[in-house]
């Protein structure tokens, strides 16, 4: 989802982002560390992030099981007593699980496609995380052997951008390169992806930037988004 966002993003800003492929944890050190521009599929924090400026979301993405096709159903916290339960490492997930104390073995994997792949091969009983990613990752890896099972409710995946606090311009100009969305567009990815959007009715005008910002895009012909 987070992809397909960016392609829209990057046709009303004139092909100025440059996409970032890695882990999500690689990819916020980098962001923190001055190295990337911008980061998509970030959920906002309750208490704020002192570093970086977020977007309004563009999504909510639920969180779900995923098990074994002919194996053990997971639709809640009560089925995961005794499982070995695979999430990404550093997720809101994993910080869910350990603080429910379910009794399960919760093990972390870099990104939701290792975790997937343990999940297919027994390595792990059952996945919890983004619909959409696991859907991505699924499809790509050809895991037909595993399907999606219940809604895990004590999470979402609330996505919105993340930019460096240092470009405040360019906080702004994603911001209203998102709103500016053809709700139809997005809308095809929300569907596209089994998730919905956080504001379904999408302002449908045209960017109108300051001076300042269109100075800023000169200045900065690539803008790196991981």
């Known amino acids: 989802l987070g992809m397909d966002i960016l392609h829209l993003l990057n046709k009303r800003l004139d092909g100025r982002i440059e996409a970032v492929p890695g882990a999500w944890s690689n990819?916020?050190?980098?962001?923190?560390?001055g190295r990337l521009d911008a980061m998509m599929d970030y959920t906002p924090q309750p208490r704020g992030e002192e570093h970086l400026l977020v977007t309004k979301p563009y999504a909510v993405i639920p969180h779900v099981y995923?098990?074994?096709?002919?194996?053990?159903?997971?639709?809640?916290?009560?089925?995961?007593?005794g499982r070995k339960v695979a999430v990404e490492a550093g997720s809101g997930v994993?910080?869910?699980?350990?603080a429910?104390?379910?009794g399960a073995a919760v093990e972390e994997f870099p990104d939701a496609r290792a975790a997937l792949v343990?999940?297919?091969?027994?390595?792990?009983?059952?996945?919890?995380?983004?619909?959409?990613?696991?859907?991505?990752?699924?499809?790509?890896?050809?895991l037909s052997n595993l399907q999606i099972q219940g809604v895990f409710r004590e999470t979402a995946a609330v996505n919105a951008l993340v930019v460096r606090r240092d470009l405040p311009q360019l906080a702004r100009i994603l911001e209203m390169a998102l709103v500016s969305l053809s709700q139809t567009a997005v809308q095809e990815c929300?569907?596209?992806?089994?998730?919905?959007?956080?504001?379904?009715?999408?302002?449908?005008s045209w960017i109108q930037l300051s001076p300042e910002e269109k100075q800023w895009l000169d200045e900065h012909p690539v803008i790196q988004v991981g």
């Open 27 to 33: 990819l916020y050190a980098e962001l923190q560390a």
């Open 66 to 81: 995923v098990g074994r096709r002919g194996g053990e159903y997971f639709d809640s916290l009560d089925s995961l007593p």
């Open 94 to 98: 994993a910080e869910a699980l350990h």
């Open 100 to 102: 429910a104390r379910t």
């Open 118 to 142: 343990a999940v297919s091969s027994g390595q792990a009983e059952v996945y919890i995380g983004n619909r959409a990613g696991a859907l991505w990752a699924i499809g790509r890896e050809l």
């Open 190 to 204: 929300f569907e596209r992806w089994g998730g919905f959007g956080q504001n379904r009715r999408a302002d449908l």
